[in-house]
Nanobody, 124 residues
Framework: DVQLQASGGGLVQARGSLRLSCAAS????????IGWFRQAPGKEREGVSCIVTSVAFTYSADSVKDRFTISSDNAKNTVYLQMNSLKPEDTAVYYC?????????????????WGKGTLVTVSS
């Protein structure tokens, strides 16, 4: 079955860095798109970054451009989100999600499968 596991969250100070990982299994990884989404308490889930794994085509939201970098290691079926220059407003539960047809989307509803999130807390 399809499985996605996000990890790497934790507590970090503002201006610090954190690297999230999404380990995937149960589907053809290099035919997929893997996206990172986040949700803060009381707010809508929003798209952060996405990668088309076959060609390493990436997308990032304006709010994280120049700070976050998404990448994939296809040999390990793993996608990473390197988060630098973190701000308190980045605090959220971060989720990875897969579209098995290889299509990135900013809309959570377009993603087929979801893993449990990992909490990122950025202190001021």
């Amino acid at each position: 079955d399809v499985q996605l596991q996000a990890s790497g969250g934790g507590l970090v100070q503002a201006r610090g860095s954190l690297r999230l990982s999404c380990a995937a299994s149960g589907f053809t990884f290099d035919d997929s798109a893997i996206g990172w989404f986040r949700q803060a308490p009381g707010k809508e889930r929003e798209g952060v970054s996405c990668i088309v794994t076959s060609v390493a085509f990436t997308y990032s939201a304006d709010s994280v451009k120049d700070r976050f970098t998404i990448s994939s290691d296809n040999a390990k079926n793993t996608v990473y989100l390197q988060m630098n220059s973190l701000k308190p407003e980045d605090t959220a539960v971060y989720y990875c999600a897969a579209n098995l047809r290889g299509r990135c989307s900013w809309s959570p509803e377009d993603m087929n499968y979801w893993g449990k999130g990992t909490l990122v807390t950025v202190s001021s």
